[in-house]
């Protein structure tokens, strides 16, 4: 299994961002599949999550007004839509594969930084 994310940076309060999860190693068209973030010195922070044909998708409560979360099985690609970027999104950002009962295998992160 191999999720590397991009599209990262630095970005003013108010501003937007999309991240990109590449996916390989494994059925990517067949797996549920979760973002999650952590910010400094806290713990991680679940996101949103999509179910593999993208029929469903769910939010922290506090996000979904701002984040989407979306997916093309063809490229085995999860992306991460935020707009609206507030200082408190300021976190690294794990795609993530979404268990039954939890969380599987992760990304190494990019970082999001909110900052004017």
């Known amino acids: 299994v191999l999720l590397v994310e991009s599209g990262g940076g630095l970005v003013q309060p108010g501003g937007s961002l999309k991240l990109s999860c590449a996916a390989s190693?494994?059925?990517?068209?067949?797996?549920?599949m979760s973002w999650v973030r952590q910010a400094p010195g806290k713990g991680l922070e679940w996101v949103a999550a999509?179910?593999?044909?993208?029929?469903?998708?769910y939010y922290a409560e506090y996000l979904k007004d701002r984040f989407t979360i979306s997916r093309d099985n063809a490229k085995n690609t999860l992306y991460l839509q935020m707009n609206n970027l507030k200082t408190g999104d300021t976190a690294v950002y794990y795609c993530?594969?979404?268990?039954?009962?939890?969380?599987?295998?992760r990304g190494q992160g990019t970082q999001v930084t909110v900052s004017s």
């Open positions: 190693g494994f059925e990517f068209s067949n797996t549920d």
């Open positions: 993530a594969i979404q268990l039954s009962n939890g969380l599987g295998e």
């Open positions: 999509i179910t593999k044909a993208s029929d469903n998708t």
